[in-house]
């Protein structure tokens, strides 16, 4: 079974501009969690997506929105880029999610870099 | 609050070492799950184990083995014999049920490991 795959896997944008991350879950797996992940912070939760809902969300500003797809498949989105969102974007699959019980896989990541 | 404390920052062992790296957590739930993940030089997240709290049998893994320990909070992972290919950054994590349902992973700070050959 193939495993998340995330596009794409290297981004350079400068500050001001807006990205667009993409997310294809395992097969089957119907929650796409996202999480961002930087040398000062560590690995922060942003946002988990079930049957196209956002069932929670991080503490992130409004900057950072998402959606999902029928097919599971999900986007992240950052607006108005500021050099602090240059960060390792990590994707994760479970196969239902929300009570906490589900394993979750992670894709290989999009590094982000905001110049 | 939930909270992963990974204290130890980095690890230096030779090739055939066993070495543990803690984890302590804190939660007020009483149904919760903890994980342990390997982060390679690659970035990718790989999920190791899944522990929930009413199950503190300890698990073996090949030359991997962690011990669950409700009474300290704590969650520690062993690698027997390490090897090069160990080398990684590696996160604890928590989940649970907190202000309702969720799958949000509460991780550690993580501890990055060096097996020198």
């Known amino acids: 079974k193939a495993g998340v795959t995330q596009t794409p896997r290297y981004l350079i944008k400068t500050r001001g501009q807006q990205v667009t991350l993409s997310c294809s879950p395992i097969s089957g797996h119907r929650s796409v969690s996202w999480y961002q992940q930087t040398p000062g912070q560590g690995l922060q939760f942003l946002f988990e997506?079930?049957?196209?809902?956002?069932?929670n969300k991080g503490n992130f500003p409004g900057r950072f929105s998402g959606r999902q797809f029928s097919n599971s498949r999900s986007e992240m989105n950052v607006s108005t880029l500021e050099l602090g969102d240059s960060a390792l974007y990590l994707c994760a699959s479970s196969l239902i999610g929300g009570t906490g019980t589900d394993t979750q896989y992670f894709g290989p990541g999009t590094r982000l870099t905001v110049l | 609050a939930q909270k992963v404390t990974q204290a130890q920052t980095e690890i230096s062992v030779v090739e055939k070492e066993d070495v543990t790296l803690d984890c302590v957590y804190e939660t007020r739930d009483t149904t919760y799950y903890l994980f342990w993940y390997k982060q390679p030089p690659s970035g990718e997240l790989v999920f190791l184990i899944r522990?929930?709290?009413?199950?503190?049998q300890n698990e073996i893994s090949g030359r991997y083995s962690w011990n669950f320990q409700k009474s300290t909070s704590s969650f520690n992972f062993t690698i027997t014999a390490s090897q090069v290919v160990d080398s990684a950054v590696y996160f604890c994590a928590l989940t649970g049920n907190y202000g309702g349902a969720t799958n949000k992973l509460i991780f550690g700070t993580g501890t990055l490991l060096a097996v020198q050959p």
């Open positions: 997506y079930f049957s196209e809902t956002q069932r």
């Open positions: 522990r929930n709290s009413f199950d503190e």
